[in-house]
């Protein structure tokens, strides 16, 4: 039953990493069929983000009162048929206003589930989850590819995963029975509502929080600016750095999934430390004058460094801070990672754009020297809660 279960949870985070890259691969399509600026992309995935921000927010309490099948099942059914309005959508408005429910599903799956799977499983399922992330969101971008060659029918791309995810909602309705909980879970479930607020004054949140958000903050402006760097500033082929562009997430994918069998071993703190050394020596080879084979090298390295780190933050959650407050707490992590994801990539593009694109390295350096400081102190209150 349990491997069942979790074959079931895999499958979901397909799903969820599907509409992820959704619209980086259409929106040169879109753009000119709704005759909107190029730059009106930014402002569709600000409020997805901000759908996802407010649901992960309001998680816990969801939890409280619908259980995580029910939220789960709910949020992608959500999720489909704001896919769906996006393929049927005649203008840029009705597509803002779908954009709403499609961050709310999302946001909600992320939460729920990474809370579900920190609390009952294994660190190694941890890493696994995340992996299936990965497979979904290196799939939909090849989905909407074949709609756009035909016709460039990006709306085609849409309605086929709105449908993946229906079939999904029908999987996961048959699967409810499998997500009965043990006495203790349901403990958990019933203690006491946690406020943010009493949340928040809790020794090592914060810091906490602020890991979710520079690592997302590092992984997004990787992803969106890594290929513009290699190109601008160290002369290499266009075609060579958006090959290893995407590299750079298959290494994130390939890392998870070699992460998941040595995590229990080494531990969660050990895996985010090796990470964090992994992204040192990729950022170093961005930075140094090394020949162009090797900078490229520097992505992959990146891309493999990032691998443990945010399912190795998410698992160590409960252990760190309790489970009475992982439910809660895991949401607002996930909300400050998604204020990253948004935020932070933009305005790196501020910087390139008045200062040189140079500095990418470097904004990366800042980023990851904060997130070790602020891992250590996690840690220091990992180690103080268990004294």
Known sequence: MTTLLLAVIYVTFISLGLPDSLLGAAWPSMQPALHVPVSYAGFLSMIIACGTVVSSLLTDKLLRKMGTSVLVV????????????????????????????????AGAIDAALNHYVALHFAARHMSWLHCFWGIGAAVSPYIMGYFITRDADWQGGYRTIAVMQMVLSVILICSL???????????????????????????????????????????????????SYLHLERGIEPELTAKFASFFY???????????????????????????????????????????????????????????????????TPIVFGKKSAQLLIGMQMASAYIGTTLMPPLFGVIAEHAGIGYFPLFLLFFLLLMALLTEQVQSTAKRNAA
């Open 250 to 316: 298959i290494g994130i994918t390939a890392g998870r999934f070699l992460a998941g069998f040595v995590t229990e071993r080494l531990g969660d703190h050990k895996m985010i430390r090796l990470g964090l050394c992994g992204i040192t020596l990729g950022v170093l080879l961005l930075i140094l004058p090394v020949p162009e084979q090797y900078a490229l090298a520097g992505l992959v390295i990146i891309g493999f460094g990032c691998a443990p780190i945010y399912p190795c933050q998410i698992h160590a």
């Open 177 to 227: 029975p499998l997500w009965k909980r043990t006495a203790a879970a349901k403990e958990d479930e019933q203690t006491k509502t946690v406020s943010i607020r009493s949340i928040l004054r809790r020794h090592g949140v914060i810091q906490a929080m602020l890991t979710f958000f520079c690592y997302c903050t590092l992984e997004s402006t990787t992803g969106l600016w890594a290929a």
């Open 74 to 105: 709910g949020s992608v059914l959500l999720t489909a048929a704001a896919l769906f309005g996006f393929s049927l959508a005649p203008d840029y408005g009705i597509l803002c206003l779908f954009a709403v429910p499609y961050g709310l599903g």
